[in-house]
């Protein structure tokens, strides 16, 4: 059974950082694309990173690029989003995504981000 | 960046109707377009891939059908636990992006 679960969120300052980290199990983690995505109370959802199978290669929105930096250890099964100057618009809740040819696949059950002084 | 507008927001039906829930594309996305559900409270699931694909374990009423730039994701006969929230993504290109969501509620 797939199962990534989220970690690290939590209240932080604006201006600060805070990372989030990904454990991801049932599933071959290093023959995937990984994915952020996050979603602010009451609002849609927005694709915040991706990363390629040996990390190589990520992609981002312009919302986001510049302060945010997806990452992952491929030994350790886990995915991270580093995040860097935070502003209150990025409080939301941050899901952990599997993504294989077809798009996302599989989410965690997320973790809430709140950007407040 | 692809804008997906999707529609309608809300949506009432009650149990055994046909609904159709609709994104439009804002440029050809060549039918990588997904659709997905979440209830409140839960991770969203993986209903459709690449338009018309259902995905393992996924009732047969839910379909998908679309090409250039309209989708279409229709449940033939509703069921009391499909009262949730629909959304597609389009990952034909980065930004992948998202429709805004449809609220599906009991009338």
């Known amino acids: 059974e797939v199962q990534l679960v989220e970690s690290g969120g939590g209240l932080v300052q604006p201006g600060r950082s805070l990372k989030l980290s990904c454990a991801a199990s049932?599933?071959?983690?290093?023959?995937?694309?990984m994915a952020w995505v996050r979603q602010a109370p009451k609002k849609g959802l927005e694709w915040v990173a991706t990363?390629?199978?040996?990390?190589?290669?990520?992609y981002y929105p312009d919302s986001v690029k510049g302060r945010f930096t997806i990452s992952r250890d491929n030994a350790k099964s886990s995915l991270y989003l580093q995040m860097n100057s935070l502003k209150s618009e990025d409080t939301a809740t941050y899901y952990c995504?599997?993504?294989?040819?077809?798009?996302?696949?599989?989410w965690g059950q997320g973790v809430m981000v709140t950007v407040s002084s | 960046d692809i804008q997906m507008t999707q529609s309608p927001s809300f949506l009432s039906a009650s149990v055994g109707d046909r609904v159709t829930i609709n994104c439009k594309a804002s440029q050809n996305i060549n039918k990588y377009l997904n659709w997905y559900q979440q209830k409140l409270g839960e991770a969203p699931k993986r209903l459709i891939y690449?338009?018309?694909n259902l995905q393992t374990g996924i009732p047969s009423r839910f379909s998908g059908s679309g090409s250039g730039t309209d989708y279409t994701l229709t449940i033939s006969s509703l069921q009391p636990e499909d009262f949730a929230t629909y959304f597609c993504l389009q990952h034909n290109s980065f930004p992948n992006t998202f429709g805004a969501g449809t609220k599906l509620e009991l009338k």
């Open positions: 990363i390629s199978t040996s990390g190589s290669r990520t």
């Open positions: 049932g599933f071959t983690f290093s023959n995937y694309y």
């Open positions: 995504a599997r993504s294989d040819y077809s798009g996302i696949d599989y």
């Open positions: 690449n338009t018309n």
